[in-house]
């Protein structure tokens, strides 16, 4: 990479390394909340209320690397707020029967703890290229994919070895459907295609700011609920039918506040 695009890596400083690491363990206990609400709570109700990382994104953005807010952005937030508090009301109708109300309960605050921690993720990532690496050039992209990944993945395998789970992942291949062959697909798969998302999730801060990627992030909210009906017959109710609604129209007033020119500051 470097010797194509004639550049050099950007040097290792204390404080771009600790940003590094500071970066990989929020982004092992992100994965670590979204995991626990994906088990609890069903696909189509998880990725709902994990839209609301893009309120999330726009406050952080706003105090850290100081994004620009306006009205429609501000009303985008009240009414993702407003569409995550109709799920809240109708929790009991998609619960699935071996889930308690304690773990239901626990898998809504999961997800929107990870959802603010991935919006607080965006700004800091954004901040890293103000202060440390810049916006020189592509290559600074993939230099902090890889040394954040890389961070989160130890810890992720630190936490993973303590707690003996490469055993029950062991016994579990044994029990999924299709068998241990289809277990390994879909681990390397579910590697391939997050390391996409978070590149191409990087590649937006590096070229727009954490409200953008805010924006593109949560694209994925009506197509994961969707194919989580289609695909895994998830329950889907008046009041999802109706927060979905609502979820697209905070997209939609988000969007047309980026494109407007009344900021606030």
């Known amino acids: 990479m470097y010797l194509f695009h004639n550049t050099s890596p950007t040097p290792l400083s204390i404080q771009l390394f600790c940003s590094y690491v500071f970066l990989g363990f929020l982004s092992a206990a992100d994965n670590l909340m979204y995991a626990y609400a994906y088990a609890y709570l069903p696909a189509s109700t998880a990725a709902l209320l994990a839209s609301s990382s893009l309120a999330f994104s726009a406050l952080f953005g706003f105090w850290i690397v100081n994004n620009k807010l306006n009205a429609s952005v501000i009303n985008a937030i009240v009414i993702i707020t407003a569409a995550m508090t109709i799920i809240a009301l109708d929790s009991d109708s998609d619960r699935y029967p071996y889930v308690s109300n304690s773990q239901y309960i626990w898998g809504f605050v999961w997800d929107i703890l990870g959802s603010a921690l991935h919006g607080l993720i965006f700004a800091l990532s954004e901040w890293v290229f103000i202060k440390f690496l810049g916006r ?53 798969w579910s590697v391939i295609t997050f390391q996409l998302g978070v590149l191409g ?6 070229l727009a700011s954490t409200v953008m990627a805010g924006v593109l992030n949560a694209v994925r909210v009506p197509v994961t609920s969707i194919a989580a009906v289609i695909l895994l017959n998830d329950p889907m109710n008046g009041f999802k039918i109706l927060s979905l609604v609502i979820t697209f129209w905070g997209f939609a007033s988000y969007i047309y506040g980026t494109s407007t020119g009344s900021k606030l500051s």
Request: aromatic share 14%; charged share 10%.
């Open 201 to 206: 999730a990087t590649g937006i801060l590096f």
């Open 136 to 188: 020189r050039s592509f290559h600074v992209v993939l230099e902090q994919q890889v040394m954040v990944s890389f961070c989160a993945f130890l810890f992720t395998t630190i936490g993973v070895i303590i707690n003996k789970d490469f055993q029950g992942m062991a016994s579990e291949a044994k029990t999924f459907k299709g068998g241990v062959t289809a277990y390994n697909l879909v681990l390397i």
